[in-house]
């Protein structure tokens, strides 16, 4: 491993240690520790979608014309350490609210600028990439296991104690010397300086938009945005139900989704290549309908096996839905609209569909919420089935279609 690779292996296991350091025991927290209702909780996980919809303006408009990348990722992160460390302080929803929106806003652009810094040091992304990209998912692992078994402060005892609040400024501390080492990282110019500037349609792609008279491609963009809603129940409710149904180390054990994130990205192609994209999307849909309903009839003691599977389901849940569809709108676009089309299935899923679905597990949540808990039987079935209607809809209207992606 050379000293770039290590350097930019560094950068991404921090930036996704940050993310993965609060945002998993973020419902937890806000519940718990703020006392915010299920409305006020699908709010601050809504800021992700906020901030993957101005995103774009940031790269296009800033990132990609004026600025080196490294520069103004060291900027973002340096103002996100401050960001994070109000959110440490905060002491009421109300007042929390602000700084989570202020730093979803600046940290989304981030996810594209890391990608930019390291694709700008290599000489073969596709072969090169996925060795650094991994060490993300790594970071996003170590987190959570550092919040469970290091620190505890996931356990009964310590969310009473409000010791999740000290994420924020774990956080903090890491996007601070993220911030710093952004700074030392191989220069990284604008990609667009001095060319004829984006305009607003090709930065929200919606150049590709003329890719949705295509039947096929349309069902599946709109399957996107409505399997988006159940998503969500996941990273809102997820760590939530766990800690409130008494499972220990909740946060801890939630890592095996990224360890299966990992192992099913590698199965991805032999899927594709072997049974269709048709069929890995539907395995992708079909995994969230068992996910969910694992969820729903499991325990924290005789029925702890069906939540570990259901936790183990990321992988597939996300690599044969969310990273086939990145294949097969590749594959569908022509060369002139590819960056547009990734825009836009982006913009519809992370943005717009992540935005309804996070709004949607607010109000299903408060429904079901009493002086006793969740009914978080009720809670879960509620995802199940709605996955399970989009699953037969795509079933029935989506035709078949050769997609091959390299093994």
Request: net charge neutral; with cysteine; hydrophobic share 55%.
């Amino acid at each position: 491993m050379n000293t770039i690779t290590i350097r930019l292996s560094i950068m991404m296991f921090l930036q996704f240690f940050i993310w993965g350091g609060w945002f998993v025991t973020l419902g937890t927290f806000l519940g718990g520790t703020l006392g915010a209702s299920g409305s006020e909780i699908g709010m601050a996980f809504s800021t992700q979608s906020w901030g993957a919809i101005i995103a774009p303006f940031i790269i296009g408009l800033i990132a990609d014309r004026f600025f080196n990348a490294e520069r103004i990722l060291g900027i973002l992160h340096l103002v996100g350490a401050a960001l994070m460390y109000m959110m440490y302080m905060s002491t009421d929803f109300a007042g929390f609210y602000p700084y989570v929106l202020g730093y979803m806003i600046a940290y989304m652009p981030t996810l594209a600028l890391v990608n930019s810094v390291s694709f700008g040091q290599m000489a073969d992304p596709s072969k090169e990439f996925g060795k650094i990209r991994v060490w993300g998912t790594i970071g996003w692992i170590v987190a959570g296991l550092v919040i469970s078994y290091v620190f505890s402060w996931d356990s009964q005892q310590g969310i009473a104690d409000g010791m999740l609040r000290n994420t924020f400024m774990l956080c903090a501390i890491a996007s601070l010397a993220l911030g710093i080492y952004s700074f030392t990282l191989p220069a990284t110019p604008p990609a667009a300086k001095g060319s004829e500037a984006a305009s607003l349609g090709q930065l929200l792609g919606l150049d590709a938009l003329a890719m949705l008279k295509d039947r096929n491609f349309f069902v599946f963009f709109a399957s996107s945005v409505l399997i988006c809603i159940p998503l969500a129940f996941y990273y809102q409710n997820a760590n939530p139900f766990l800690t409130e149904i008494g499972v220990e180390n909740a946060t801890g054990k939630m890592t095996l989704g990224q360890v299966s994130e990992v192992l099913f990205m590698l199965a991805l192609p032999v899927f594709l290549n072997r049974f269709g994209i048709k069929m890995t999307l539907l395995l992708g849909m079909a995994a969230w309908v068992l996910r969910y309903a694992l969820f729903a009839f499991g325990d924290a003691e005789s029925g702890l096996f069906q939540l570990i599977i259901g936790i183990a389901l990321h992988g597939i849940c996300y690599d044969f839905f969310f990273v086939s569809g990145q294949i097969y709108t590749n594959a569908k676009a022509g060369d002139k609209v590819k960056s547009a089309a990734q825009g836009l299935i982006t913009l519809a899923t992370y943005g717009v569909g992540m935005l309804v679905g996070f709004w949607v597990a607010g109000q299903i949540t408060d429904n079901y919420a009493g002086d006793a808990g969740h009914a978080w039987q009720q809670i879960w079935l509620f995802p199940a089935a709605f996955a399970a209607v989009v699953l037969v809809l795509f079933l029935l209207i989506f035709k078949k279609e050769e997609v091959k992606a390299d093994a």
